[in-house]
């Protein structure tokens, strides 16, 4: 069996041989995945971060989260049952990918091993883990006329254990509030890693307060892989009256430690 | 003053957009025109990651001006958005020109 390297891998988390045979290499050679919360578009093969083989029932790829998701694999199935179904029938070693996606566990012992979410069957099963990235720390934004700035300075960490800091520096047209500055949280479902926050991305913006405000910020980019990457994330602390702002921010990421990107 | 503010103030817009242009063109400009594998024939071989993850490969030359424009660019643009947040709330604007606002009583005389 031929066993080829798949450049779209290259984000690590995806970073496998996957099977020259395998229908999810096939439909997708050298593809940029789609976004992680939805299939792929013209597969429908991706789901969240990784590819699915519905020829064989079978993820090609380990869990990205390896184990930090828990070794019941069945709790991230939108239905508990469908999960015991999907192990009863038998979704385990497959001759075609031999070892490499081999599980030499009965399939009634709770396996353990990291090829197999939402009970091998993504189409009807859910996986909430996913993949996810959290940022936060200081924001701060202005406005002179129409001109609106804002700087954010902060920690960012994912899913894969990833940490760093993070500077965003955006600019754009506002109306009203004068000022604010505050803690910030965001959360970034798309993020698969915190590299994945790094580079240029649409903003908006809208706060109100005088005295103590809070604002709710978002920002969309497209991915290492094609997909969007969306952050959600809220302001609190000092704010200077009434207002809303739009327009293009970039950020910067500073790794501290965990591994490196090209493991995520 | 008046003057002193403002051209303060343009000063620091200045650097920061400039700052803030700079750093999104190097993402994207890298993104769409570098190879996403080395290439060697033309010294393309420094990977670094650009717009959102993506990994591109460039010359010795290409990497140091990206990593000039997102290190030391990107510290200097967040110190000219700090000082622009505190001229916006430290630095009253003095009012127009030749110091007197007139007041409501005055107008209505």
Known sequence: MDFVRDSSYDRGLLKRFVPSNSLAFKSNPGRAPATPSRPDSESGLYYRARYYDPAVGRFPSEDPLRFDGGVNFRRTNASPSLGFRAQRQGYYPSPLYGSFLSNPTPSRSGARHLYRYAGSNPVAGLDPLGLWTVSSGLTISGQFGAFNWQISLGLAIDSCGHIGTYSTEGAGIGVGAKASAGGSVAVSPGGTCICDLQGPFDYASAGLGEGVGASLDTAAGFGSNGQTVHIIGVTGGASFGVGGSAGMNTTQIHPLGGPSCDGC | ?109
């Open chain 2, 1 to 109: 003053m008046l003057r002193l503010r403002t051209c303060t103030i343009a000063f620091l817009l200045a650097v920061f957009s400039a700052g803030l242009i700079s750093n999104v063109y190097i993402h994207l400009s890298y993104w769409a025109n570098m190879p996403r594998t080395p290439q060697v024939a033309l010294d393309r071989i420094l990977p670094i990651r650009v717009n959102h993850g993506t990994l591109v490969y460039v010359t010795r030359k290409e990497f140091d001006r990206a990593r000039f424009v997102f290190g030391f660019g990107s510290y200097v643009t967040i110190g000219a958005g700090l000082l622009l947040a505190f001229v916006r709330l430290n630095w009253a604007d003095p009012g127009p020109r030749g110091g007197k606002v007139p007041t409501k009583a005055a107008s209505n005389r």
